[in-house]
């Protein structure tokens, strides 16, 4: 890797770490810690490999991989601002444009230790990097939900 994809990559884990969606479906089981953490190395190669993408584009990436790997539909705007958030620092690095990168860079909050691993990060095959199947057998239901004691669990919306 670039110094400047590796500065993206750190850049990727410390917007994520942030990140409510991801954290909470982690801390929720809904997919283990090790794909959050495989997750930064994938969007980085993801937006590496695909030069030209727009904050939509990223951002359907993003959801794509919180539903296929954390069973979770995300409903609200995060994963458009996530996707904004990750164009800008990529702009930025690609540009080498150092003094607004370190400006930017100090109006995100620091990495969460939640997403810190005392393993390496294992780095992404370019064969993994956006595959779209067709050929998907999963039968997909709306996302079924339920009252608890004022809790709702949200239901996969996946049949297993």
């Known amino acids: 890797m670039t110094d400047a994809k590796d500065f ?26 090790e794909r959050a953490v495989e997750f930064c190395p994938y969007i980085t190669e993801v937006m590496y490999m ?3 993408l727009n904050s939509s584009e990223i951002a359907s990436e993003l959801e794509d991989y919180m539903d296929e790997h954390f069973n979770t539909e995300l409903q609200d705007d995060s994963a458009t601002q996530v996707a904004e958030e990750l164009l800008k620092f990529y702009r930025y690095s690609v540009e080498n444009n150092a003094s607004v990168l370190a400006a930017e860079l100090e109006k995100v ?20 990097v956006m595959e779209n199947d ?3 057998d999963d039968e997909e239901t709306p996302s079924e939900m339920e009252v608890i004691d004022e809790w709702t669990e949200v239901r996969s919306r996946r049949k297993r």
């Open 8 to 33: 993206f990559l750190s850049v990727t884990q410390r917007i994520f770490s942030n990140w409510t969606a991801l954290r909470m479906a982690v801390e929720h089981g809904m997919g283990a810690k």
């Open 50 to 52: 695909n030069e030209g």
């Open 109 to 128: 909050p620091p990495l969460q230790s939640w997403l810190v691993t005392s393993e390496p990060v294992r780095k992404v095959r370019n064969t993994d």
């Open 134 to 136: 067709s050929s998907e």
